[in-house]
């Protein structure tokens, strides 16, 4: 028969990992896409202010780089987003005394 209280079975350390990937799943992988698409952007914002800043294709380079700047400010917005989101860590007091 299998013991029903499998949380002795984890160390605390891997059970608190384990519960913080309940809390917010793929986490991570948001984190990664957010750095990846940010860091994309950034590339494309600094490619395309620089034609615009040189004058060439400016009627194309200029929406491209208001949407690279957009772009990076979503990614900027969600970061922090994800953030606020995470459950800060109570150093074992109790907020309401």
Do not use: C, D, H, T
């Not at 029903?4 to 384990?18: D, E, G």
């Not at 202010?49 to 009627?59: H, I, K, M, P, S």
């Not at 491209?64 to 970061?79: D, E, H, N, P």
């Amino acid at each position: 028969m299998i013991n029903q209280n499998s949380k002795n079975r984890l160390n605390p350390k891997q059970y608190a990992s384990l519960k913080a990937e309940i809390a917010a799943p793929y986490r991570g992988l948001r984190q990664f896409i957010y750095i990846a698409f940010g860091a994309s952007g950034s590339i494309g914002a600094f490619i395309f202010f620089f034609q615009v800043l040189a004058g060439r294709n400016v009627e194309s380079a200029l929406p491209s780089l208001a949407l690279q700047v957009a772009i990076v400010a979503l990614m900027v917005f969600l970061w922090r987003w994800e953030q606020r989101r995470q459950p800060s860590p109570q150093s074992g007091k109790n907020p309401n005394s």
